[in-house]
């Protein structure tokens, strides 16, 4: 799976989102899955995008994908990934007005299943999954991307965790 064929390119991203235009993200893990779909969502929308993650060749890809997009986006070597819930409604009280906020996936379609199972056992695992979920269908790393999209251009939300899991934590 690669992000450029998971997220369609939208002209009016930057108009969508004036938030995000012109201003610098860091993404971490940002060389697969729902990192780099946020990276290319972020580039699209205006956004200067700083790439991190192990695969330093993996981030020039997704970096130059983004240029040629019209946006502007660096790639790094980073060896820290991930979110700490249990830190971001401490962090936003100690880091205001800097917002700190939060997003909890629930199963979503990315290389990480790769690790663990066979595209059959995979194939299996999702239909399994997605019969159980409320919303019938495994996520996608665009579904992150919008929550993480969301949580950037909303200044009122601080201190908040979105779940985007298609209603897992309901089971
Ligand atoms: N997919 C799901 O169903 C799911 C569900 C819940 C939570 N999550 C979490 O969401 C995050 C993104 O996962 P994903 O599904 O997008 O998986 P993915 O496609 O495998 O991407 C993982 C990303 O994290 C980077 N990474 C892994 N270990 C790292 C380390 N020690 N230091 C720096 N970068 C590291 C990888 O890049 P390099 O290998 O280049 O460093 C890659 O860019 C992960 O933390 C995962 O645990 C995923």
């Known amino acids: 799976m690669h992000a450029d064929v998971m997220i369609e390119p939208t002209k009016d991203q930057a108009a969508k989102y004036p938030d995000l235009a012109g201003k610098t993200y860091l993404v971490t893990g940002a060389s697969s899955g729902i990192g780099a779909v ?71 379609d990315t290389p990480i299943w790769g690790s663990i199972a066979t595209d059959d056992v995979k194939a299996n695992m999702f239909r399994d999954m997605a019969g159980r979920l409320p919303v019938g269908r495994i996520g996608e790393p665009k579904d992150i991307a919008a929550a993480v999209t969301l949580l950037l251009t909303n200044s009122y939300m601080t201190g908040t965790t979105l779940e985007v899991d298609g209603g897992r934590r309901l089971l």
Request: aromatic share 2%; charged share 10%.
């Open 38 to 108: 946020t990276a290319l969502a972020l580039g699209r929308a205006g956004a200067n995008v700083v790439l991190a993650a192990r695969r330093l060749d993996a981030c020039e890809a997704l970096a130059a994908q983004i240029q040629a997009g019209g946006g502007q986006a660096l790639a790094l070597v980073s060896a820290v990934n991930g979110a700490l819930i249990a830190y971001a409604r401490a962090l936003a009280v100690e880091l205001a007005p800097i917002r700190v906020n939060t997003v909890s996936p629930g199963w979503v």
